[in-house]
């Protein structure tokens, strides 16, 4: 079987490398040249664990080479972003409506499509099986299209690709069985058959479950500092409850799925979305509640610098997409205040090291769980931090011994 797969970013390349590992032949194709060449050369431009390793595998074996261009193949995946429109937030359908339109001189009958990316409910149906249908092919006959959404974790992608249960939303039972055929390849989690417009809803609903009950956790957190309570407590004790399970507050939420998926449901039936949007600005709110907090911590301090650690929006990758502590970063540059920004999974102009983020520094505040922020060197925090105090956004930071280190979380904020 051959499968091109277009994208090569966080889905399409673990995807193309899976599929080459299993004995298919796989094209990569991305619209970037340099990512192309890189990726011939085994060079990966995002950071995975396991996946540089499977890659090589793949190009030793020849089962893998990557692309600017689309060629004949057996089965055609679209792994590209949707972003959403900045008008009125619904789904950004132009990369796909793009990589659907590049692979149509490549097509022959009985070719299967599967859209990977995520889009916004019935645009299988209405948007893309149509185009299709314009270039002569017959849905369900002749062209078998189905919507299959991905459902994994940045840190462990490779895992979970392999593990996870599968939605396959098919615009007719025929292509749903064509498109589980495929996944069969490497997928053992059980392998789910529906309608497209159904496997849409179903994984935008996924995603906005996890903004809505994140938003609760946040909201929490702001009510507990404004009436002086430990939110951390309040969780911790909660969640002691067994059918209580309440998510764990942050800066905000990033990420290409949460941030941005709630919106695709939202702009379909904004009258009836009601708590879908509200979830979704108590979300957005959180980088300037952390920016307010930041600036009472440094209220008496003049000209202070502020030590920023990690802008990833997930612990232990270089993933910015969509991260709230990107935002927090630009925030603070807005309002003048001198920041160092260390991120050991992220490379960005301006970034540093941890030592030289916190050198003179008034406050490190903690924007990413990444391992490397989990045990600090506080010895060394101490003697080169004009005022040693940690705002940890994340609560990752255990307490310690050292009393000259003050550690502020979202379970003290209160007592600011």
């Given at each position: 079987?051959?499968?091109?797969?277009i994208?090569?970013?966080?889905i399409?390349?673990?995807?193309a490398?899976?599929?080459?590992?299993?004995?298919?032949?796989?094209?990569?194709?991305?619209?970037?040249?340099k990512?192309v060449?890189?990726?011939?050369?085994?060079?990966l431009?995002?950071e995975?664990?396991?996946?540089?390793?499977?890659l090589?595998?793949?190009?030793?074996?020849?089962?893998?080479s990557?692309?600017t261009?689309p060629?004949?193949?057996d089965?055609?995946?679209?792994t590209?972003?949707?972003p959403s429109?900045?008008?009125?937030?619904?789904c950004?359908l132009?990369?796909v409506?793009?990589?659907?339109?590049?692979i149509?001189?490549?097509l022959e009958?009985?070719?299967?499509?599967?859209?990977?990316?995520?889009?916004?409910?019935?645009?299988?149906?209405?948007?893309?099986?149509?185009?299709?249908?314009?270039a002569?092919f017959?849905?369900?006959k002749?062209?078998?299209?189905?919507?299959?959404?991905?459902?994994?974790?940045?840190?462990?992608i490779m895992e979970?690709l392999?593990?996870?249960?599968?939605?396959v939303?098919?615009?007719t039972?025929r292509?749903?069985?064509?498109?589980?055929n495929?996944y069969?390849t490497?997928?053992?989690g059980k392998i789910?058959?529906?309608?497209?417009k159904t496997?849409?809803?179903?994984k935008?609903m996924?995603?906005?479950?996890?903004?809505?009950n994140?938003?609760?956790a946040?909201?929490?957190?702001?009510?507990?500092?404004?009436i002086?309570?430990?939110?951390?407590?309040?969780?911790?004790?909660?969640?002691?409850?067994p059918?209580v399970?309440?998510?764990?507050?942050?800066?905000?939420?990033g990420?290409?799925?949460?941030?941005?998926?709630?919106?695709?449901?939202?702009?379909?039936?904004?009258e009836?979305?009601?708590?879908?949007?509200l979830a979704?600005d108590?979300?957005?709110?959180?980088?300037?509640f952390?920016?307010?907090?930041?600036k009472?911590?440094?209220n008496?301090i003049?000209?202070?610098?502020?030590?920023?650690l990690?802008?990833?929006?997930?612990?232990?990758?270089?993933?910015t997409?969509?991260s709230?502590?990107?935002?927090?970063c630009?925030?603070?540059?807005?309002?003048?205040?001198?920041?160092?920004?260390?991120d050991?999974?992220?490379?960005?102009?301006?970034y540093?090291?941890?030592?030289e983020?916190?050198e003179?520094?008034?406050?490190?505040?903690?924007?990413?769980d990444?391992?490397e922020?989990?045990n600090?060197?506080?010895n060394?925090?101490n003697?080169?931090m004009?005022?040693p105090?940690?705002?940890d956004?994340?609560?990752i930071v255990e307490?310690?011994?050292?009393?000259?280190i003050?550690?502020?979380?979202?379970?003290?904020?209160?007592?600011?």
């Open positions: 079987m051959k499968v091109c797969i994208g090569q970013g966080y399409g390349l673990p995807t490398v899976l599929f080459a590992n299993n004995s298919c032949e796989v094209l990569g194709v991305d619209i970037n040249p990512i060449e890189n990726l011939n050369e085994g060079k431009h995002i995975e664990p396991g996946l540089k390793e499977k090589k595998i793949a190009i030793d074996n020849k089962n893998y990557a692309s261009t060629e004949k193949s089965v055609f995946i679209i590209v972003p949707t429109n900045i008008e009125d937030l619904s950004d132009s990369y409506i793009s990589a659907c339109e590049s149509i001189p490549y009958k009985e070719n299967i499509v599967i859209i990977e990316s995520t889009i916004a409910p019935m645009s299988t149906d209405n948007i893309i099986k149509p185009i299709f249908e314009k002569g017959e849905i369900g002749d062209l078998y299209l189905s919507h299959c959404p991905e459902r994994v974790l940045p840190g462990k979970e392999i593990n996870n249960d599968r939605i939303g098919g615009i039972p292509c749903s069985d064509k498109a589980a495929v069969k490497f997928v053992k789910m058959k529906t309608e497209a496997a849409e809803m179903s935008c996924e995603n906005t479950f996890r903004d809505v994140i938003a609760l946040n909201e929490l957190t702001k009510i507990c500092s404004k002086g309570v430990n939110a951390l407590d309040v969780i911790d004790l909660a969640n002691k409850h059918r399970n309440i998510h764990s507050p942050g800066p905000g939420v990420g290409h799925c949460l941030a941005i998926d709630p919106y695709f449901i939202y702009a379909l039936a904004p009836e979305a009601k708590m879908i949007k979704r108590t979300n957005d709110s959180m980088p300037q952390v920016v307010d907090k930041t009472e911590l440094l008496d003049e000209n202070p610098k502020i030590a920023i990690g802008v990833a929006y997930k612990g232990n990758t270089g993933d997409r969509e709230p502590g990107v935002i927090v630009h925030l603070l540059k807005e309002e003048g205040f001198n920041i160092g920004i260390h050991p999974h992220v490379d960005g102009e301006n540093c090291s941890f030592e983020a916190i003179n520094a008034d406050i490190c505040l903690i924007l990413s990444h391992d922020f989990k600090l060197d506080f060394l925090m003697e080169n004009r005022n105090i940690i705002f956004t994340k609560n307490n310690i011994s050292n009393n000259n003050k550690i502020i979380n979202y379970g003290n904020l209160s007592k600011l």
